[in-house]
C-alpha cells in the first residue's frame, strides 16, 4: 500500500522538527486543495484528495511527541532513530528577499515560503490598481487587495500576540487617502478584499472586524479575524471576503472611525436596537482614548444590514464615530 511511511507522505526526514512537519504538511495542502485541482482528471484528482487524507493524518501523529514517540517504536531501529550530529548539517535557511518597492507593478513578487509561516512577516507590491500585501501571523495567512483610493505606508503590527492555533488573529496597516488616484474619483472595486489562505486545521472563521480610524496623527485600519473550533476539522477552502471599509468622509471631524462587524450569526436585538451595548461598534469606539469619540453618524437601515460578497453572506453592524471639534467664537466689545 502506497504511503504507507508518514514521513515519506510528508517528504520529511525522520529528525525532522515539529515546524518542518507543520510546514510540509501545508505546503501539501495547498498545493492539492480544491481550486488548484479542479482541471484535473477524476483519478488525478482522488490521488490528490487521497494524498491531503494522508499527510493531515501523518501530520497529527508526528507533530505530537508522544504519538510520534510510539510511531517512531513501530520502525526499523535505523529509520527511527536520530542520526549523528555530525552527520545532520543544519538546515539551509536563506533570508526572505526584500519586498518590492513601493509602486512597483513588477509581476515576479515571490510569495512566503512555507518555512516561513511561524512567523510575523509580510510583503507587498503595489500598482495603479493598488496593493497586494501577503501577511503570515500566528500561523494564518492572509493576502489583501487594497484600492488604490488608499496608500500602503510599509507599516504592519499585530496588535496582540497568539500562540499558534488561536482562534483569533489581529493586525492593523498604516495607510493614507490618495485622493489623486482614478479609483479615488471613481470606484470600481472594493477597497478591501481579505482572502485567508491558510489557517489552523479544525477552525472555522465566523466574524470579521474592521476599524479605519483618522487623527491628525495617524490613519490606521485594524482588521480582526475570529473563528470557531469545530468538528468533523473541514476541508480548507481560501476563505475571501471583499468590503468598503472607509465610511469617515461622512463627517467633517478631525478625529473620525469606521467601525464595522460582520458575522455569520445574526446580531441579538439588543445589538440591533441599543446603539451603545456592548459587543456593538459603538462601544469599542467609545473606549478608543486615540479618538474620544463622543458622538456618531445617522446610519439609518445602514447601521445593520446583510451584505454579501460571492457566496458568503454575512451580517454587518456598522458606526462612524467621531469628536465633536470645539469652535471658538470671537466677542463685540462696545
Not at 474592521?210 to 485594524?222: D, G, R
Not at 467609545?286 to 454575512?314: I, N, P, Q, T, W
Request: aromatic share 10%; hydrophobic share 35%; with cysteine.
Amino acid at each position: 500500500m502506497p504511503h504507507t511511511n508518514h514521513y515519506k507522505v510528508l517528504g520529511v526526514s525522520h529528525w525532522a522538527t515539529v515546524s518542518q512537519i507543520n510546514a510540509a504538511w501545508a505546503r501539501i495542502v495547498q498545493d492539492n486543495d480544491p481550486y488548484n485541482i479542479r482541471l484535473l482528471g477524476p483519478s488525478a484528482r482522488a490521488k490528490a484528495e487521497q494524498l491531503v487524507k494522508e499527510a493531515t493524518a501523518a501530520r497529527a501523529i508526528l507533530a505530537d511527541p508522544h504519538s510520534r514517540r510510539k510511531y517512531n517504536d513501530t520502525l526499523p531501529s535505523a529509520a527511527g532513530s536520530a542520526p549523528p550530529e555530525s552527520s545532520v548539517p543544519p538546515p539551509p535557511r536563506t533570508p526572505p528577499p526584500p519586498p518590492p518597492p513601493s509602486g512597483s507593478a513588477s509581476d515576479s513578487y515571490d510569495p512566503i515560503p512555507n518555512d516561513e509561516a511561524d512567523k510575523s512577516i509580510y510583503r507587498y507590491k503595489s500598482s495603479q490598481v493598488g496593493t497586494i500585501v501577503e501577511i503570515s501571523i500566528c500561523g494564518w495567512r492572509f493576502k489583501l487587495s487594497i484600492s488604490s483610493r488608499f496608500e500602503f505606508e510599509d507599516n504592519l503590527t499585530e496588535l496582540r500576540k497568539h500562540e499558534n492555533g488561536a482562534t483569533s488573529v489581529s493586525f492593523e496597516l498604516g495607510l493614507k487617502r490618495d485622493t489623486q488616484s482614478d479609483e479615488y474619483r471613481t470606484p470600481t472595486i472594493k477597497e478591501l478584499a481579505v482572502m485567508v489562505t491558510y489557517m489552523p486545521p479544525g477552525l472555522r472563521i465566523i466574524s470579521l472586524k474592521s476599524i479605519f480610524k483618522e487623527t491628525p496623527s495617524t490613519s490606521t485600519l485594524a482588521l480582526t479575524l475570529i473563528a470557531e473550533t469545530c468538528t468533523p476539522v473541514p476541508f480548507f477552502i481560501p476563505w475571501d471576503y471583499a468590503f468598503d471599509f472607509d465610511l469617515n468622509e461622512r463627517v467633517r471631524a478631525q478625529n473620525r472611525a469606521t467601525h464595522l462587524i460582520f458575522t455569520k450569526k445574526e446580531p441579538s436585538q439588543r445589538l440591533k436596537d441599543v446603539h451603545e451595548a456592548k459587543g456593538g461598534p459603538e462601544y469599542e469606539l467609545k473606549r478608543d482614548e486615540d479618538l474620544s469619540v463622543d458622538s456618531f453618524a445617522y446610519m439609518r437601515e445602514e447601521r445593520c444590514m446583510k451584505v454579501g460578497h460571492g457566496d458568503l453572506e454575512m451580517w454587518r453592524l456598522a458606526a462612524v464615530g467621531f469628536k465633536k471639534p470645539i469652535f471658538f467664537y470671537r466677542t463685540a466689545w462696545t
